[in-house]
């Protein structure tokens, strides 16, 4: 256990599990990973999401992302993701990727839990921990 651990609540184990089943719903016949994510919105709605992958690799889109475009194009361009869980089926370590965490930065609280597996078992850090240097914008 490191520093940054937090507890699994049974909120974010139920939100793991959402996240474990949309995993099913992967496609990825050449990397055979299979990930689910499922985003926990400010205001209770619950968005998930799969990896899609392409023939042409580099056009794959990771489950995290998958389920942050659903959640802006459901629910509007002012949502605030309270809790993100990823998972895969492949019982692997599968934190999100580094453009994942960029692009999850836009939308996330940083004290929102974030919930993956890990090499030593399931881990919850704050997204701040997991970004902490985000890129962001500033023209003046
Ligand atoms: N993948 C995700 O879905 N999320 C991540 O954060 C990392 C990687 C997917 C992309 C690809 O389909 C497979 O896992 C192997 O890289």
């Known amino acids: 256990m490191t520093d940054d651990q937090q507890d699994i609540t049974p909120d974010l184990a139920s939100l793991l599990d959402l996240a474990h089943r949309a995993a099913h719903h992967s496609y ?11 985003l926990k919105l400010v205001g209770g709605e619950i968005v998930t999401g799969t990896n899609v992958e392409n023939v042409s690799y580099g056009l794959t889109i990771c489950a995290e992302r998958a389920a942050l475009v659903r959640a802006v194009s459901q629910y ?24 994942c965490r960029q692009m999850l930065a836009e939308f996330t609280r940083p004290e929102a839990p974030v919930v993956f597996p890990a090499a030593d ?9 997991v970004m902490p240097l985000a890129f962001e914008m500033r023209l003046r």
Not at 76 to 97: D, F, H, M, T, Y
Not at 121 to 129: E, H, K, P
């Open 121 to 129: 078992g399931i881990r919850v850090m704050a997204f701040s921990a």
């Open 28 to 38: 990825s016949p050449y990397s055979e990973f299979k990930v689910g994510a499922a």
């Open 76 to 99: 509007g361009p002012g949502i605030r993701i309270e809790a993100v869980a990823v998972a895969n089926l492949n019982g692997k370590a599968s934190p999100p990727c580094g453009a």
